[in-house]
């Protein structure tokens, strides 16, 4: 599993679109700033004003994940295709830490790669790929949809690849951003 940012979201964006609502403008003073969105975007839960801070991540996890994932709506993904780099690519399975189940993942693992060594077609071939499989794929969340995410995926109930993930994801968040992601202090509800 691996997660990366791939780019530098801003906090500006949710300002300038609170300070619109109100007519008051932008902040420049950050603690001011952040107060405000605070208490617009997350104790008055006008949340659509954070929908202007994306966030792209790279991700390199197991099937399971991405189905997962997936079945967030309001994201925008770009996949690695089995169809045309399952013959190019390693073919890595995500460990379960269950003993048995791995050993029997690492038997199909060979299965497949006999099957790529005997031609058979990415498109055949491909139809095989356990859920264990990792693939690579770049995801897109504006805040208030991240917020959403992180909220179901980090929870105990969450299957544990992607409990993984949406920590790995939630660490990579900009440290002075990460209060977005977090429940308000019982001072501020």
Same mark, same amino acid.
């Given at each position: 599993? =691996?997660? @990366?940012? *791939?780019?530098?979201?801003?906090?500006?964006?949710?300002?300038?679109?609170?300070?619109?609502?109100? !007519?008051?403008?932008?902040?420049?003073?950050?603690?001011?700033?952040? @107060?405000? #969105?605070? @208490?617009?975007? *997350?104790?008055?839960?006008?949340?659509?004003?954070?929908?202007?801070?994306?966030? #792209?991540?790279?991700?390199?996890?197991?099937?399971?994940?991405?189905? &997962?994932?997936?079945? /967030?709506?309001?994201?925008?993904?770009?996949?690695?295709?089995?169809?045309?780099?399952?013959? @190019?690519?390693?073919?890595?399975?995500?460990?379960?830490?269950?003993?048995? #189940?791995?050993?029997?993942? &690492?038997? %199909?693992?060979?299965?497949?790669?006999?099957? #790529?060594?005997?031609?058979?077609? $990415?498109?055949?071939?491909?139809?095989?790929?356990?859920?264990?499989?990792?693939?690579? %794929?770049?995801?897109?969340?504006?805040?208030?949809?991240?917020? $959403?995410?992180?909220? *179901?995926?980090?929870?105990?109930?969450? /299957?544990?690849?992607?409990? &993984?993930?949406?920590? !790995?994801?939630? =660490?990579?968040?900009?440290?002075?951003?990460?209060?977005?992601? =977090?429940? *308000?202090?019982?001072?501020?509800?």
């Amino acid at each position: 599993m =691996e997660i @990366k940012l *791939l780019n530098n979201p801003t906090l500006e964006f949710a300002d300038n679109g609170i300070g619109l609502c109100y !007519a008051k403008g932008p902040y420049t003073d950050e603690a001011k700033r952040d @107060k405000r #969105i605070r @208490k617009v975007a *997350l104790k008055h839960k006008h949340a659509s004003t954070i929908e202007f801070i994306n966030f #792209i991540f790279d991700i390199e996890a197991s099937t399971k994940v991405l189905l &997962e994932m997936t079945r /967030h709506r309001h994201a925008s993904y770009a996949c690695k295709s089995s169809r045309y780099t399952l013959n @190019k690519t390693d073919l890595v399975f995500e460990p379960t830490g269950d003993v048995q #189940i791995d050993f029997m993942l &690492e038997g %199909w693992r060979q299965t497949i790669l006999t099957m #790529i060594a005997d031609k058979k077609s $990415n498109e055949l071939t491909s139809l095989m790929l356990p859920q264990a499989y990792q693939y690579k %794929w770049q995801v897109q969340f504006n805040a208030r949809s991240l917020m $959403n995410f992180l909220e *179901l995926r980090r929870a105990s109930s969450a /299957h544990f690849h992607i409990r &993984e993930v949406a920590e !790995a994801m939630f =660490e990579a968040v900009p440290d002075e951003m990460k209060y977005l992601f =977090e429940p *308000l202090p019982t001072s501020e509800l």
